[in-house]
């Protein structure tokens, strides 16, 4: 069995790295690959403002509302989130099974300060990376976490791209022909 390529996919904060993702499985779908996972998006009010987070599986197509930003003070939250944990074991169930899936593409996102330094949320996945059976998994991680995620999960990346304002229109396409040559 050909060993699991690893990508890593980071950036600060809100900068893209979800829509990268999002727009690198659309391609590998569209030109056949199959894809599974979980991607995570961000929801927005009418005015502006950050409404919350939606994770989705590219696979089955199927979403579900993970966390909704909360202001009030009574309601417990994790950073500015209140968060779903029926969505959140259901996500964490459709990348067990994905990562022991031969799929072409498996796009985990994302691994935070929750995983790697609390044990919680998505933690159950860093032992699975090692014995994932898909042949290219794409993890997102912001910049200051990826030497835990390594550490950690002891996986080898064949890349790491950092996604900024400047290069995240560009990346897609970049992120896709990598992706062929892994496949290759």
């Known amino acids: 069995m050909q ?10 904060k809100r900068v893209g790295k979800s829509t990268l993702a999002a727009r690198v499985a659309a391609r590998a779908q569209n030109k056949g690959l199959e894809v599974g996972g979980i991607i995570a998006e961000a929801t927005w009010k009418d ?10 599986n590219p696979a089955s197509g199927e979403r579900r509302r993970l966390a909704n930003v909360i202001h009030d003070s009574r309601t ?5 989130y209140a968060f779903e944990m029926k ?9 067990q099974q994905a990562l022991a ?3 072409d593409l498996v796009i985990i996102d994302e691994m935070g300060r929750l995983e790697l330094f609390y044990g919680c949320g998505y933690a159950p996945l860093v032992p699975l990376f090692k014995q994932a059976q898909s042949r290219i998994v794409i993890i997102l991680v912001r910049n200051g976490y990826v030497n ?5 999960s002891g996986i ?3 890349a790491t791209i950092e996604v900024d ?8 396409e970049r992120v896709y022909r990598r992706l062929r040559k892994l496949l290759k």
């Open 156 to 158: 080898e990346p064949n």
């Open 47 to 56: 005015d502006g403002s950050k409404d919350g987070i939606e994770v989705y």
């Open 3 to 12: 060993e699991t390529a690893f990508i890593l996919i980071t950036g600060e």
């Open 76 to 80: 417990p939250t994790i950073g500015e």
């Open 101 to 103: 899936s031969p799929l």
């Open 165 to 172: 304002e400047l290069n995240r229109d560009k990346l897609p």
């Open 87 to 95: 969505t959140a074991d259901w996500a964490l169930e459709v990348m």
């Open 148 to 152: 835990t995620l390594i550490e950690k």
